[in-house]
């Protein structure tokens, strides 16, 4: 593998160049606001993109665009005279101007935000008012309504002044970290990516100015970091801003660090080297392998497989779960999971399987996929590798058919989305170590 060229490739396919297809709905919304509450036909005044489109850290297949909308001062002091919760009142007034301008789109005022579902993406608008010191108050109609504050401009300024500094390298690590929660199937928030790759650089200016043919080893530095933090931490003090950045997910993103780090630093030969960011990032990293000789390198994937990368927009935002029961005439049924998790951590032929999801974060109404990967010599030799991609329901049966070290994964997708998955290892007549390492 052409380390420098392959970095350089797949830096450049994940990273959101343009926010056209985000555009047009955005200066739509915000003329309707400042038509409505200025009596402009601006599409750009009182308009403050934030998020990770805002910071500049966001990738392709990005699904919520976060928004604030500057509202009048004399709108919150109209909204204060008011009796009982206040926020809710206002998220439903903007709400039902918004329903005006799409009158055949969903569209939900409750908790902090204004949500706008498009086909591929949901606007997040969150009407606030912007203060002297350039924060912005902001409703939450939670627990009987009160008033937050957030501080998105620092944060967006210390996020691009550190891409600055370090020609860019900031920005890519926080790239190939959302590219990493999104291919594994974890929960990482933005704000807590790009908050702990800022921390990173504060700490160790190593990889301030490293080039492409160096990003192996950068990327084993961060692991290395985030491998050291604390799952346990309730928050971390956002970059630029010091708000409080909430732990998501348990903080599993320290076990899964610590899990890649150490699979890089055992790998022997280039082609497992490549193998593992395979696993690391997925297929869009397999399609920018370029060889030793300059040249595109061979996509691995089995004969027909599919990706869910090139069904649906990838963008992680919620959690998954999936079990598989198994059972055979004449012995006890048992999960998955919990065999793995034994002394014996593999599967005898002619199973019944039943892989079924056991929890999800995800909100109905939502459409489920499925796909089961066959791996190994005996599928090569049977002509039965498998890897497509079929629309299911909450569960799928399978057999134990054939040696392999198999996989099965789940995924969800809402409104045009991928938004959650989860694997589940499935090893038959295998009891290698080394072929396990898909458990978490």
Same mark, same amino acid.
């Given at each position: 593998?052409?380390?420098?060229?392959?970095?350089?490739?797949?830096?450049?396919?994940?990273?959101?160049?343009?926010?056209?297809?985000?555009?047009?709905?955005?200066?739509?919304?915000?003329?309707?606001?400042?038509?409505?509450?200025?009596?402009?036909?601006?599409?750009?005044?009182?308009?403050?993109?934030?998020?990770?489109?805002?910071?500049?850290?966001?990738?392709?297949?990005?699904?919520?665009?976060?928004?604030?909308?500057?509202?009048?001062?004399? @709108?919150?002091?109209?909204?204060?005279?008011?009796?009982?919760?206040?926020? /809710?009142?206002?998220?439903?007034?903007?709400?039902?101007?918004?329903?005006?301008?799409?009158?055949?789109?969903?569209?939900?005022?409750?908790?902090?935000? @204004?949500?706008?579902?498009?086909?591929?993406?949901?606007?997040?608008?969150?009407?606030?008012?912007?203060?002297?010191?350039?924060?912005?108050?902001?409703?939450?109609?939670?627990?009987?309504?009160?008033?937050?504050?957030?501080?998105?401009?620092?944060?967006?300024?210390?996020?691009?002044?550190?891409?600055?500094?370090?020609?860019?390298?900031?920005?890519?690590?926080?790239?190939?970290?959302?590219?990493?929660?999104?291919?594994?199937?974890?929960?990482?928030?933005?704000?807590?990516?790009?908050?702990?790759?800022?921390?990173?650089?504060?700490?160790?200016?190593?990889?301030?100015?490293? /080039?492409?043919?160096? $990003?192996?080893?950068?990327?084993?530095? @961060?692991?290395?970091?985030?491998?050291?933090?604390?799952?346990?931490?309730?928050?971390?003090?956002?970059?630029?801003?010091?708000?409080?950045? $909430?732990?998501?997910?348990?903080?599993?993103?320290?076990?899964?660090?610590?899990?890649?780090?150490?699979?890089?630093?055992?790998?022997?030969?280039?082609?497992?080297?490549?193998?593992? %960011?395979?696993?690391?990032?997925?297929?869009?990293?397999?399609?920018?392998?370029?060889?030793?000789?300059?040249?595109?390198?061979?996509?691995?994937?089995?004969?027909?497989?599919?990706?869910?990368?090139?069904? %649906?927009?990838?963008?992680?935002?919620?959690?998954?779960?999936?079990?598989?029961?198994?059972?055979?005439?004449? $012995?006890?049924?048992?999960?998955?999971?919990?065999?793995?998790?034994?002394?014996?951590?593999?599967? /005898?032929?002619?199973?019944?399987?039943?892989?079924?999801?056991?929890?999800?974060?995800?909100?109905?109404?939502?459409?489920?996929?499925?796909?089961?990967?066959?791996?190994?010599?005996?599928?090569?030799?049977?002509?039965?590798?498998?890897?497509?991609?079929?629309?299911?329901?909450?569960?799928?049966?399978?057999?134990?058919?054939?040696?392999?070290?198999?996989?099965?994964?789940?995924?969800?997708?809402?409104?045009?989305?991928?938004?959650?998955?989860?694997?589940?290892?499935?090893?038959?007549?295998?009891? /290698?170590?080394?072929?396990?390492?898909?458990?978490?």
């Amino acid at each position: 593998m052409n380390e420098g060229k392959t970095f350089e490739r797949f830096c450049d396919e994940i990273h959101l160049v343009t926010t056209n297809d985000f555009d047009k709905s955005i200066a739509e919304i915000v003329k309707k606001l400042n038509k409505t509450y200025y009596d402009s036909d601006s599409e750009q005044d009182h308009l403050y993109i934030v998020g990770s489109i805002g910071r500049g850290t966001a990738i392709k297949g990005v699904s919520d665009v976060d928004i604030i909308f500057d509202l009048p001062k004399k @709108v919150y002091y109209r909204f204060c005279q008011r009796e009982g919760n206040v926020q /809710s009142s206002l998220l439903q007034e903007v709400r039902n101007i918004l329903i005006e301008r799409y009158p055949n789109s969903y569209i939900s005022g409750d908790g902090q935000v @204004v949500s706008i579902q498009f086909t591929s993406y949901t606007i997040e608008l969150v009407p606030g008012f912007k203060q002297d010191d350039n924060t912005f108050k902001y409703p939450d109609s939670n627990f009987g309504g009160s008033w937050k504050i957030t501080n998105p401009i620092p944060e967006q300024k210390a996020s691009r002044e550190k891409s600055t500094a370090t020609l860019k390298n900031y920005r890519r690590m926080c790239n190939m970290l959302r590219a990493w929660k999104n291919n594994i199937g974890f929960k990482f928030g933005g704000l807590l990516i790009d908050t702990l790759v800022f921390n990173y650089f504060e700490k160790d200016n190593t990889h301030q100015f490293s /080039s492409f043919s160096n $990003y192996v080893k950068f990327l084993k530095d @961060v692991f290395a970091y985030l491998g050291n933090q604390d799952p346990d931490q309730a928050y971390w003090l956002a970059l630029g801003s010091n708000q409080q950045v $909430y732990n998501t997910d348990n903080g599993r993103f320290v076990k899964l660090a610590k899990k890649y780090l150490k699979k890089l630093n055992d790998t022997k030969t280039e082609d497992e080297l490549e193998d593992v %960011f395979i696993e690391i990032f997925g297929i869009t990293f397999s399609k920018s392998i370029i060889n030793s000789y300059g040249n595109p390198s061979h996509i691995r994937k089995a004969p027909n497989e599919e990706f869910i990368d090139d069904m %649906f927009p990838v963008d992680i935002v919620e959690s998954l779960k999936i079990d598989c029961e198994v059972s055979q005439k004449g $012995y006890r049924t048992f999960k998955l999971r919990d065999w793995l998790a034994g002394k014996i951590r593999w599967l /005898s032929k002619n199973r019944k399987l039943v892989f079924s999801i056991i929890s999800t974060s995800v909100k109905k109404p939502y459409d489920i996929y499925w796909k089961v990967r066959n791996i190994g010599p005996v599928a090569k030799e049977l002509n039965m590798e498998r890897g497509q991609i079929t629309k299911g329901n909450s569960s799928k049966e399978e057999r134990t058919n054939f040696n392999g070290r198999h996989y099965v994964e789940c995924y969800i997708v809402k409104n045009e989305v991928c938004v959650a998955r989860n694997r589940i290892l499935v090893p038959i007549d295998i009891n /290698s170590k080394d072929d396990l390492d898909f458990l978490d």
